[in-house]
């Protein structure tokens, strides 16, 4: 009898460790509706929309019971510089021969470090149908040239870009089949790299498809002013739920996804507003129910939930955070960001309960996350052509920069509506959200409920890169 009652406990406390979850897709729809509705006017960083973004994420941690960590406050205040292009003078024309293109301001996106005055350089094209097209490229073709960039439709260059600006080009242009820019003139945060402008113009496009590779014989004229800076204020959202176990509770895990997105466009027909709701108020939403589900499940391991500004501008919130973390680095075991997990139709195809990582191989995180999935009927998978390449491509890239074991979860990387004003909160399967979510909340409270923290992969070369960083910081 005894025996029988001591079985029957440790059963029941241990489904009440494990599982099961319950998020609703009612939550989800109730959080991503609201994320990326017009009166949040797309979460530019910064501005009203995100503050108000800000505010709703912290009202949740605290519904729920999070700890606040920045002196009892769920916000860490960051002052990023905010660049301004001014218009006036704006010029952007390539010549070749008798033709002549001229492109005008609200055609472009992106921002410059510097005033643009170039008359007349010839242009170097480089044409980009897969990863290897800037494999022959040297530093002398590119370095002091205006570079002139043909990507096919699909191949996003993200290795190439930092090959190609690191190396010192005149100006990066880069031809961009998306018909709506979000206006040259559009404040932005400033970034580590800038540079790259992408043309928004079906001229253009047709202009550059006739030049031959290499180095042409088209000559750019581009005059522009310098930018304008100032400095802003924005937040990144934290909350801790603390860990139940005495030596456990000092390891932190991160849950991550950004709360920013685009804002409103400059210009153009119909509805301006970038409402972002896969792009990542799905990520944010996900976060806050996973947030809910272990709050009443007692994880050995704290777990810092984060909402991370400015990701649209090149990673700043998340950069920001690892230069200045509120935990520090040597507490935190392992990041897990979510990105894009509320749109089926991904990558071409029709994708129905499961998920992909970034950096697969990198860590042991995919071996618990993917234990916890099939428990929830979820299948784990690697796309093999993009969980390394899109490593980079979202905010774990900023933790793994100090070492700490991270990786992206979403259920994609490309859906038709990415970065456009059409990516709305009708479209999103929030059924297919929840199955996800309860599988990720699952994967996380196994994740802190190991006596191991996760482990970089020393054998795969990504892995070991940051291996590398981890050990160095000790
Ligand atoms: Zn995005």
New binding site residues.
Partial sequence: MTRILFALTFAASAFAQRGPMHVAPEALTQHVSFLSSDALEGRRSPSHGLDAAAAYIASWFRRIGLEAPVDGSYFQLAKPTLRRQPMDGFALTIEDGSTRLIIDANQVSGSLSGAASIDGVAVYKLEINDDKAGDKLTEDDVRGRPILLVPKAGVRPFALLRKITGWQPLTVLMIDPNPYADGFGAPRLARAQPGLLRLHSKEAAEFAAKLPNGLTTAKLNFHAAAPKDEAVEVRNVLGILRGSDPKLKDSYIMVSAHYDHLGRSLSGPGDLVFHGAN??ASGVASMLEIASALAGKKPKRSIVFTAFYG??DGLVGSRYYGKNPVIPIEKMAGQINLEQLGRTDVDGEKELAAYNLTGFDFTNISLTLSRAAQRYGVRLFKKEQMSDPFFAQSDNQSMADVGVPSTTASLGYEFPDY?QRTDTWEKLDYPNMAKLTNALAAGVLAIANQKQAPQWNESNAGGKKYSDIRKNRK
């Fill in positions: 792009d990542d990701e649209e970065h």
